[in-house]
Nanobody, 124 residues
Framework: QVQLVESGGGLVQAGGSLRLSCAAS????????MGWFRQAPGKERERVAA????????YYADSVKGRFTISRDNAKNTVYLQMNNLKPEDTDVYYC?????????????????WGQGTQVTVSS
């Protein structure tokens, strides 16, 4: 079992930056592939970025490529999402998720654990 807690969301002007953190407690985070997702009311959940167990494989959605960076520090059991050049369309609730895995892959689905979400609002 693992618990995920996101932080770092907030209100920022377009063009600004935020860094989200996802702290994992429980079993060692290096057992999990991690992902960041976002969802607004009435919209489908979108996978924003994903990272493999050791960080050797990374995925970004086209909508954030070149602006967002996912990273992880397994010693701190924390995954980060650095978000630069934010746009109003990035406004959403952002969730981190963990999937148990034994291989060095990123995943679209099948995540076992989810955080409670953190709100990101970008004003124009």
């Amino acid at each position: 079992q693992v618990q995920l807690v996101e932080s770092g969301g907030g209100l920022v002007q377009a063009g600004g930056s935020l860094r989200l953190s996802c702290a994992a407690s429980g079993r060692t985070s290096s057992r999990y592939a991690m992902g960041w997702f976002r969802q607004a009311p009435g919209k489908e959940r979108e996978r924003v970025a994903a990272i493999s167990r050791s960080g050797g494989s990374i995925y970004y959605a086209d909508s954030v490529k070149g602006r967002f960076t996912i990273s992880r520090d397994n010693a701190k059991n924390t995954v980060y999402l650095q978000m630069n050049n934010l746009k109003p369309e990035d406004t959403d609730v952002y969730y981190c998720a963990a999937r148990v895995t034994t291989v060095e892959l990123t995943y679209t689905s099948g995540y076992n654990y989810w955080g409670q979400g953190t709100q990101v609002t970008v004003s124009s």
